[in-house]
């Protein structure tokens, strides 16, 4: 019989990669371990020279809060007085008060329920939540792009939607989002912008 390793056998690190990657690969080894409850020594070899190859990739800067999602929510935050939220994909991001357990923290809502948080570009869902399994892989591929680029992703999530990432209100037609939102976030775009930003997000 094949040997079997169970998630509780991995080493501290292999678990950290595996609950905090959104890569494919990732992805795999946790429905793996979700559905069957154990990795072949096979599957553990290949899941140590992929964690090898990613950690002599350049390194970056994923704890710097000041992200464009983050520097966006916190100027509507300022401008409106309140913790302020993004719609966008189905997704809610939330910043998370000074004064809370998780301050210059963005929670993630899908469906109005918790899926995890986010501190600079480092992505924690809840993975051994079953909300996290039904979300479509694409959507929380995206996640990480959405970080980088709220505005593109706001203004097509507009287009595909029809509801404004600002407020969560329905937009009348053509419009990509309400302009009192956008000025709230900081985003001063002309309607000839509103093309050039959409397809930003599509790249």
């Known amino acids: 019989m094949e040997d079997r ?3 509780e056998d991995l ?3 292999q678990r950290i ?4 990657r959104l890569s494919a690969d990732a992805r795999q080894f946790r ?3 979700t559905w069957k409850g154990f990795l072949t020594k096979e599957q553990l070899m290949g899941l140590e020279q992929i964690m090898e190859s990613t950690s002599t990739q350049t390194p970056s800067r994923v704890d710097d809060p000041n992200t464009p999602l983050f ?5 509507a935050s300022k401008a409106s007085g309140k913790n302020a939220c993004l719609h966008i994909n189905g997704f809610r991001f939330l910043r998370a008060g000074d004064d809370s357990k998780n301050p210059k923290h963005i929670y993630v809502l899908y469906s109005s329920q918790y899926l995890g948080k986010i ?5 924690q ?3 051994n939540s079953h909300l996290v ?3 479509d892989d694409k959507l929380i591929g995206e996640i990480p792009h959405i970080i980088q680029n709220p505005i593109g992703y706001a203004l097509q999530s507009g287009a595909d939607y029809g509801i404004c990432a600002g407020c969560g209100k329905h937009l009348p037609d053509g419009q990509l989002i309400g302009k009192s939102c956008a000025a709230r976030f900081g985003w001063e775009v002309s309607q000839e912008e509103f093309g050039a930003a959409v397809a930003t997000s599509q790249n």
């Open 133 to 135: 399994w039904s979300v």
């Open 31 to 33: 429905e793996r371990l």
């Open 71 to 75: 520097l966006a929510l916190d100027r």
């Open 5 to 7: 390793v169970k998630f």
């Open 17 to 20: 990669w595996l609950l905090n």
């Open 119 to 123: 501190y600079g570009r480092k992505i």
């Open 11 to 13: 080493t501290v690190s």
């Open 125 to 127: 869902l809840r993975w």
